[in-house]
């Protein structure tokens, strides 16, 4: 049950779950990747670059957030999420689709999705070949927009926000402000090779 934003993130932060020192490494390894570029790129030294870190690290936070409650073998939520689309679904085909294909082979599904979502987070707050997990991301929202859209307790526009914010990410390059993607794009200004494919995803 939530309490109030300031006292979940407390518990958040200190509780005694294996996700918790976790996302401490992951935190600390987003910082010392923004101190890098920070230091080593003098571009990156600006309030743009600063406020796109911190709303990037705030997105990939919700995903790395929101996997949790769908952690192997179980996959606890995810199936009832799953159920939700088939029963709420926009279209037809695609509640079908959901149905046929993913409920039958749930559990290989439920590690594809999880770990997927596990990497955008992870991809979003070290600022990693943020242009390719937003996009991959985007789309797992989409299928949640199509899917969730005639329940009556969920907000189309929730989804429709976070949409655009992940296209914002890719079309934006958010991940060359203070992050991974920032020390690889400085490596070449004319890529070549495995560069040149690190500086698609960036």
Do not use: C
Request: charged content about 15%; cysteine-free.
């Amino acid at each position: 049950m939530r309490t109030d934003p300031f006292s979940d993130t407390l518990t958040f932060l200190t509780e005694g779950y294996w996700a918790t020192p976790t996302f401490w490494v992951i935190l600390i390894v987003s910082l010392a990747i923004a101190a890098l570029a920070f230091r080593s790129l003098p571009e990156q030294r600006t309030v743009d670059h600063l406020v796109r870190y911190m709303v990037r690290g705030v997105i990939g936070l919700m995903w790395w957030q929101q996997s949790l409650w769908k952690v192997p073998p179980d996959f606890e939520g995810l199936r009832h999420w799953t159920e939700e689309i088939v029963k709420n679904a926009a279209f037809p085909i695609h509640a079908k689709l959901v149905n046929d294909l993913i409920l039958t082979h749930f559990v290989p599904f439920g590690y594809v999705i999880y770990f997927t979502e596990v990497a955008i987070g992870i991809s979003l707050i070290f600022g990693l070949f943020v242009r390719a997990s937003a996009v991959v991301g985007a789309l797992l929202i989409l299928n949640l927009y199509f899917g969730l859209y005639r329940l009556e307790s969920e907000w189309p526009w929730t989804y429709a926000f976070l949409v655009l914010l992940m296209v914002l990410f890719a079309v934006e390059r958010y991940g060359r402000s203070l992050g991974a993607d920032a020390l690889i794009a400085v490596r070449s200004d004319k890529p070549q090779g495995i560069m040149r494919v690190l500086a698609m995803l960036t």
